[in-house]
């Protein structure tokens, strides 16, 4: 590469015509790539007075500088739109082959903008980009239109019948199996009628300098095979290798949120999927942890299931029956559904109907029922239909909105907030709600990755959490896989970039990169009516103390995190950078006027 | 080891007689070992009303648990005692091959009490503990007294000229060449008449289980091997490879801390060393790192110089010279001398001559006079008889006590605040004066390691700094060298001490006993007077704006960084640890009384 170059796609599907054309290389470098790409652009495109639903809401997948090169983890990419879930700024990433097929295929920025008048599919060829009818795909499972679409050298993106139905809970499948997950990116998919995009590229990605890379690769090869969470816990164990950990220090959450320790933990361990289910490990394209799993059920082979999904069918809805989270898990796949919110919105309606206030045969432990929620969820059938928009508009109908483990509608992920306080704040300030992948505080407040701190430290947590955050706005943008950072220091990701694209990026760069996205996020959803209010955990959490085990006693200390928040990141008391903060991050064209924006009815 | 068992010998050198006791187990759980035991023995043994270099004073010598074991990098001990440099609670340490011989004597504490009549000798051998006569040594430097004493299998610790004469920044060197250097340890050794401790010692260590301590090592040799530090920086260029680092982003206090950045730094970098007078390198006993530089100059050979010396002789005297630093460095080694703070007390004094506060011919740069000046220090001859008592007693003399950099009368290290902001409150709050051992920030605020913050944030910068303080004395305890904590996570430092003692420790333990370890010393400090107005910087760094570079217009904001410090230590706004702090670090029955302590004229 020369220089810092990056080309955009835009697909207009109301017209059915495309154009290409080059990004500004002061835009690269300021955003880097990926989520902080996918974030600038939007804030151009979508503003605040579009549905997120309306043709006028854009898709944008973006891959990063470091896609498809031979750094590791390279695989990824990152889809940006608004979020028909949260109303909030969304980005989601994922693995696979799909985004390094994309990157192959010369493409940085896809942007899919207007609806189709029929389904359709976007195929990206060697011959350019076209739109075609996908009508008789419409309807299919994730896994059938994958298949009906595959070919050698093509990759598949697609939604299933959940995103064809506009659940707000619907993710974005590619590979198969591999889920953009929250926040409803698939319903927006399926709100422009478009049911898939198919992926052919094999051009070499260029690199600057081919032998830095390679030097920086192999440092970063020696830290992932030293490291015993890279190098053994998640090829052994996959992502649920931390069930027993989380579940030991009291923070993994247990019927709706209710506990904090689950009785049956060690029957949807890692261990156990292991013993029981495992058939072989597999990894993304370039990945050498390889943690995905995959496993056979008496009924069908899949991949999974992972830690989060797990807990959300298992601890957080009381069940231990590994073999129906295991299906259910894999029925998330076909449909298309984000697992961590079906499972959430599942254990809300447990909650719900255990309480009297829904009429329903759902309780804390019914693993026979499962299945056929989560089925139900996907074709909105019966009281799926009220799921599919979330467990917060249906608690919300229910008049019982308290019950919905939600930050500004995104169900929270597998942390108790009241034994892990940063993961709380962590949860609280996340740009697209509660969110486990922006800064997680499992490392430093769990598993001692990069340094232990007391998961139970309220002040000073603050800082930690921030840093985190800009840490993985940087890490989202490059875009490489987090579970490197577990082992190799930001300052190799900072080399990597340096190498590929011959722009010399310091470490402190590269994290000063990571703020100001974080920056703009947060300016995007001042900018859609949210405020400080809405930075906040439900009720539950701030007022019921954990009942017992190591965090007996404890609630969330929110409010004084909060403080000392908005003061690390040089906000106002408001949570509103000023003036000089953006200036001082290249964001000054992007200030929040005076009056503010009117508050929206968002909901 | 069947439980966790230790073994003190007491020394009494008034009366020549010894004995030895059994440590209590429960003090060892609480205290670990090493700094940590130290502070508690001290704790009893050393009150308020006992001066320095009184016979009352004691020097505590202890091993940890993992002295002499196979983990890497257990050569290390510490000595503690009531420091007469700053008055408050003291322990340095020091890697080897003499602390490794104590432990495999058997011995877990050393306490030396009283005076000799006539210069003495410790011998430890394995008919006991003898105290012999030593007045044939006394004048001896360090190299003719280590020569003396020499003989197969037996290590040697001792003081140089310095220590006799009482200077207050004398070192005890071991093994010739190592330091046991801040806070004048070797004056009280001095006070004692005591001039040597030879230690023979080859008992088998005992460990509860071998095998585990194996595994912990070969997952800690894989991550020194993988970590560009431990592996690559310190093995090549020794300390001194951070000296460019440093200086690049204007953190290197020039000339007594006037300038922040030293124009001849590249000269007298780790890499100049390397390529003008590197032998060979070398190591401590089990250390795979080996960051000792075997030097050679054009007159003799030696150990050293390392980097905070380097800078001391160097840019903060405002020296380019290499040789001239590298033999003061020897020098300070033969006169057993604290190389940091003769570099940094000469540097104060050329700062009083050019102002002409002083009538000397010292001058910034004056290379020409360095060694004379050191030689003048370790014998106490003309002016350096005023500078042997450390640069805050020599400048208030001269009424211009602002030019000493100090905090507590200890010398600053190699690390300007202002570039730093951790760092200054870390000086600020240390608790044996100015240290950079006790939690460096050059790891977080630096190199990146474990995570890079900020160097120039200071909101939520406190809690950061604790937890390296904390950590910091658990390795202390332990004792181990810090350099492998920069990429052996402190988790497999729990595993290695669960290994060794057959008790089972957590990370989240060990740094609790840190943040016990910690208090404690704070409590020893208050009973001796100390209080919230001894947590400072030298007025320069407070008030005087850094001129330019990248951290132009800075001045340390410790103040903000203060308040915050208490409030994450939950301490009161005084730096009192409040009853229920210490209940819960099980420290109660140290509690400060009520009406605390009467100020003391410390100094």
Same mark, same amino acid.
């Given at each position: 590469?020369?220089? !810092?170059?990056?080309?955009?796609?835009?697909?207009?599907?109301?017209?059915?015509?495309?154009?290409?054309?080059?990004?500004?290389?002061?835009?690269?470098?300021?955003?880097?790539?990926?989520?902080?790409?996918?974030?600038?652009?939007? !804030?151009?495109?979508?503003?605040? &007075?579009?549905?997120?639903?309306?043709?006028?809401?854009?898709?944008?997948?973006?891959?990063?500088?470091?896609?498809?090169?031979?750094?590791?983890?390279? #695989?990824?990419?990152?889809?940006?739109?608004?979020?028909?879930?949260?109303?909030?700024?969304?980005?989601?990433?994922?693995?696979? =082959? !799909? $985004?390094?097929?994309?990157?192959?295929?010369?493409?940085?920025?896809?942007?899919?903008?207007?609806?189709?008048?029929?389904?359709?599919?976007?195929?990206?060829?060697?011959?350019?980009?076209?739109?075609?009818?996908? #009508?008789?795909?419409?309807?299919?499972?994730?896994?059938?239109?994958?298949?009906?679409?595959?070919?050698?050298?093509?990759?598949?993106?697609?939604?299933?019948?959940?995103?064809?139905?506009?659940?707000?809970?619907?993710?974005?499948?590619? &590979?198969?199996?591999?889920?953009?997950?929250?926040?409803?990116?698939?319903?927006?998919?399926?709100?422009?009628?478009?049911?898939?995009?198919?992926?052919?590229?094999?051009?070499?990605?260029?690199?600057?300098?081919?032998?830095?890379?390679?030097?920086?690769?192999?440092?970063?090869?020696?830290?992932?095979?030293?490291?015993?969470?890279?190098?053994?816990?998640?090829?052994?164990?996959?992502?649920?290798?931390?069930?027993?950990?989380?579940?030991?220090?009291?923070?993994?959450?247990?019927?709706? =949120?209710?506990? #904090?320790? =689950?009785?049956?933990?060690?029957?949807?361990?890692?261990?156990?999927?292991?013993?029981?289910?495992?058939?072989?490990?597999?990894?993304?394209?370039?990945?050498?942890?390889?943690?995905?799993?995959?496993?056979?059920?008496?009924?069908?082979?899949?991949?999974?299931?992972?830690?989060?999904?797990?807990?959300?069918?298992?601890?957080?809805?009381?069940?231990?029956?590994?073999?129906?989270?295991?299906?259910?898990?894999?029925?998330?796949?076909?449909?298309?559904?984000?697992?961590?919110?079906?499972?959430?919105?599942?254990?809300?309606?447990?909650?719900?109907?255990?309480?009297?206030?829904?009429?329903?045969?759902?309780?804390?432990?019914?693993?026979?029922?499962?299945?056929?929620?989560?089925?139900?969820?996907?074709?909105?059938?019966?009281?799926?239909?009220?799921?599919?928009?979330?467990?917060?508009? =249906?608690?919300?109908?229910?008049?019982?909105?308290?019950?919905?483990?939600?930050?500004?509608?995104?169900?929270?992920?597998?942390?108790?907030?009241?034994?892990?306080?940063?993961?709380?704040?962590?949860?609280?300030?996340?740009?697209?709600?509660?969110?486990?992948?922006?800064?997680?505080?499992?490392?430093?407040?769990?598993?001692?990755?990069?340094?232990?701190?007391?998961?139970?430290?309220?002040?000073?947590?603050?800082?930690?959490?921030?840093?985190?955050?800009?840490?993985?706005?940087?890490?989202?943008?490059?875009?490489?896989?987090?579970?490197?950072?577990?082992?190799?220091?930001?300052?190799?990701?900072?080399?990597?970039?340096?190498?590929?694209?011959?722009?010399?990026? #310091?470490?402190?760069?590269?994290?000063?990169?990571?703020?100001?996205?974080?920056?703009?996020?947060?300016?995007?959803?001042?900018?859609?009516?949210?405020?400080?209010?809405?930075?906040?955990?439900?009720?539950?959490?701030?007022?019921?103390?954990?009942?017992?085990?190591?965090?007996?006693?404890?609630?969330?200390?929110?409010?004084?995190?909060?403080?000392?928040?908005?003061?690390?990141?040089? !906000?106002?008391?408001?949570?509103?950078?000023?003036?000089?903060?953006?200036?001082?991050? $290249?964001?000054?064209?992007?200030?929040?006027?005076?009056?503010?924006?009117?508050?929206?009815?968002?909901?």
């Amino acid at each position: 590469m020369q220089g !810092w170059m990056g080309r955009a796609v835009e697909v207009d599907l109301t017209s059915g015509k495309s154009r290409s054309f080059a990004l500004d290389p002061e835009m690269l470098r300021l955003f880097v790539g990926g989520r902080g790409l996918g974030a600038r652009l939007l !804030w151009d495109l979508v503003g605040p &007075d579009v549905d997120p639903l309306s043709p006028e809401n854009v898709l944008i997948f973006c891959t990063g500088p470091l896609t498809a090169t031979a750094f590791q983890t390279s #695989s990824r990419f990152s889809v940006s739109c608004k979020s028909p879930l949260t109303g909030t700024i969304l980005d989601a990433n994922s693995g696979g =082959f !799909w $985004g390094m097929r994309l990157k192959r295929a010369g493409i940085d920025a896809l942007i899919i903008r207007g609806r189709a008048v029929t389904p359709s599919c976007v195929e990206i060829g060697p011959g350019g980009v076209a739109v075609s009818n996908a #009508s008789h795909l419409w309807g299919m499972t994730v896994p059938e239109t994958t298949q009906a679409l595959d070919a050698k050298g093509r990759s598949v993106l697609c939604i299933g019948p959940a995103g064809e139905k506009l659940s707000r809970i619907a993710a974005i499948m590619n &590979d198969g199996q591999r889920a953009l997950g929250r926040g409803g990116p698939g319903a927006v998919m399926g709100s422009k009628n478009l049911k898939a995009i198919t992926v052919e590229g094999d051009a070499k990605v260029e690199i600057a300098d081919r032998e830095r890379l390679r030097f920086v690769r192999y440092e970063a090869s020696k830290q992932l095979t030293a490291n015993p969470f890279t190098s053994q816990a998640l090829p052994q164990f996959g992502t649920a290798a931390i069930i027993n950990i989380v579940n030991v220090v009291g923070a993994l959450p247990t019927r709706n =949120f209710q506990e #904090s320790r =689950f009785e049956q933990a060690e029957e949807i361990s890692g261990e156990s999927i292991t013993d029981r289910f495992l058939v072989k490990k597999s990894a993304c394209w370039s990945c050498p942890i390889a943690c995905t799993r995959v496993t056979r059920t008496k009924t069908r082979e899949g991949e999974g299931p992972e830690y989060e999904t797990v807990w959300a069918f298992g601890a957080d809805c009381g069940i231990a029956d590994l073999e129906a989270i295991t299906e259910a898990n894999y029925l998330c796949n076909d449909l298309g559904l984000d697992a961590i919110s079906t499972g959430a919105t599942i254990a809300c309606a447990m909650e719900l109907a255990e309480r009297g206030i829904i009429d329903s045969d759902l309780r804390f432990g019914r693993a026979d029922l499962l299945l056929d929620a989560v089925r139900d969820i996907g074709y909105r059938r019966g009281i799926g239909d009220e799921l599919a928009e979330g467990s917060l508009r =249906f608690a919300r109908r229910h008049d019982a909105a308290e019950y919905s483990m939600t930050v500004k509608g995104l169900e929270m992920p597998a942390y108790d907030p009241r034994g892990m306080q940063g993961q709380g704040l962590l949860y609280a300030t996340s740009n697209r709600g509660a969110c486990h992948t922006r800064g997680n505080m499992l490392g430093p407040e769990i598993v001692g990755l990069p340094k232990l701190v007391p998961r139970l430290q309220v002040q000073g947590k603050a800082g930690i959490v921030a840093l985190h955050q800009n840490a993985a706005a940087a890490i989202d943008s490059l875009v490489v896989c987090k579970f490197v950072n577990m082992a190799v220091a930001d300052e190799f990701l900072a080399r990597a970039l340096t190498a590929v694209t011959g722009v010399t990026y #310091s470490t402190a760069e590269l994290l000063r990169a990571g703020e100001r996205i974080w920056n703009l996020e947060r300016l995007y959803n001042l900018r859609e009516g949210f405020s400080r209010i809405d930075d906040t955990l439900p009720r539950r959490l701030l007022e019921e103390p954990v009942t017992d085990g190591p965090n007996k006693g404890w609630v969330s200390h929110l409010p004084e995190m909060l403080d000392e928040y908005y003061r690390w990141r040089a !906000w106002d008391d408001d949570g509103v950078p000023p003036a000089g903060k953006l200036a001082e991050l $290249g964001l000054q064209e992007m200030e929040t006027p005076p009056g503010r924006i009117a508050e929206k009815a968002r909901r």
